[in-house]
């Protein structure tokens, strides 16, 4: 189907997939970072709620390593900052992908309308009654 189209449509289309797969990019992204602050809050709730002389630990790649309370606290509130901003930017950039993926999607459609319609049993079919017979 995409052999009929002019050139500059199927450059278009190439175009929206491509801004499709970046917007399912990000939403993966943003869904794994909303996740990971979501639980990083949670431990930080959890965290207020534990003696500060209590003994921690924290995961180092395949190990537990000692921490102090501070430490920890300290930790998981920039972890929570940093993800916040995280997300934050990820919803621009989706928000900035939604807009010129509409934009383009538009083109696209005006592109094709006003292709299709120039001759005479074309898209103007439909159309055709209002010329009356």
């Not at 917007?23 to 003696?51: G, M, N, V, Y």
């Not at 790649?61 to 995280?86: C, H, I, N, P």
């Amino acid at each position: 189907m995409q052999g009929n189209l002019p050139p500059e449509a199927q450059e278009k289309i190439e175009e929206l997939q491509d801004l499709q797969e970046t917007a399912q990019q990000l939403s993966a992204q943003k869904q794994s970072s909303e996740t990971t602050l979501s639980e990083s809050k949670t431990a930080l709730e959890t965290l207020e709620d534990i003696d500060s002389d209590t003994k921690m630990y924290r995961e180092v790649g395949e190990l537990l390593v000692e921490t102090s309370y501070d430490e920890a606290q300290e930790d998981l509130e920039e972890k929570v900052d940093s993800l916040e901003v995280r997300v934050e930017q990820l919803d621009k950039q989706e928000e900035r992908v939604q807009g010129q993926f509409e934009e383009l999607q538009q083109e696209l459609q005006q592109m094709l309308q006003g292709g299709g319609a120039g001759g005479p049993g074309g898209a103007g079919g439909p159309m055709g009654p209002s010329g009356g017979s």
